[in-house]
């Protein structure tokens, strides 16, 4: 059973700030990492996905790097806001989508 | 991008009964997903629907616990049987369509 390993488990971030969630897997063949959002009594959405040919991949204020040789991926908050408190999810696919365990990041005001 | 989405969006049940849960998606897919995300957890897959081909579960899901129809290229249905309280969690429907989008969810509670 192939496992993604995501860190830290909650996360407190001041306004303005930056937020940084990891990921690591074990297995090198997937074909894209997507990072999901989701909100309290919501679904989870996607928010952005990399592929593994490229090492850095901004949305916006949301920023994936992707490390192969160390088999890692982060997801970057930049200017963290408030309403983006939710839990995060990265995911690797092998034939499925594999989640990591969830980051539950909290932005104060 | 894929529009899910599920009926009901939630629901309480009496423990021994059994609830129905409707995937409708905007576009056609070949695989739809089935997952449970209990309280505070991460996602679990339950199966993967394929249209005109038995679902295949994940290890601990068995087809008469969470029987899964899938009639055709844009609707799924999950049952969750002779529920008991542990079944209390969220279902989710998701379809990949270069990735993988996810429906609202069914919010389920057993008593």
């Known amino acids: 059973q192939q496992q993604v390993k995501q860190s830290p488990q909650s996360l407190i971030v001041q306004k303005g700030g930056i937020s940084i969630i990891n990921c690591a897997y074990e297995?090198?063949?997937?074909?894209?990492f997507p990072w999901y959002q989701q909100f309290p009594g919501k679904g989870p959405a996607l928010l952005i996905a990399?592929?593994?040919?490229?090492s850095e991949k901004k949305e916006g204020r949301f920023t994936i790097s992707f490390n192969k040789s160390a088999k890692q991926f982060s997801l970057h908050i930049m200017d963290s806001q408030p309403g983006d408190s939710a839990t995060y999810f990265c995911?690797?696919?092998?034939?499925?989508?594999?989640f990591g365990q969830g980051t539950t990041l909290q932005v104060k005001p | 991008s894929a529009v899910i989405s599920q009926k009901p969006s939630r629901d309480i049940c009496q423990r021994g009964t059994s609830l129905t849960i409707q995937c409708q998606v905007d576009?056609?897919?070949?695989?739809m997903f089935w997952y449970r995300q209990q309280p505070g957890q991460s996602l679990t897959l339950i199966a993967t629907?394929?249209?005109?081909?038995?679902?295949?579960?994940e290890s601990g899901f068995v087809i008469d616990k969470f029987p899964i129809s899938r009639p055709n290229l844009t609707f799924s249905t999950l049952t969750v049987s002779n529920m008991s309280p542990e079944d209390s969690s969220i279902y989710l429907c998701?379809?990949?369509?270069?990735?993988?989008?996810f429906g609202p969810g069914t919010r389920l509670l057993v008593l």
């Open positions: 990399i592929r593994p040919d490229v």
């Open positions: 995911a690797a696919p092998s034939g499925k989508l594999i």
């Open positions: 576009s056609q897919v070949t695989m």
């Open positions: 297995n090198t063949a997937f074909d894209y």
């Open positions: 998701s379809v990949e369509k270069e990735t993988q989008y």
């Open positions: 629907a394929n249209q005109g081909s038995e679902a295949t579960y």
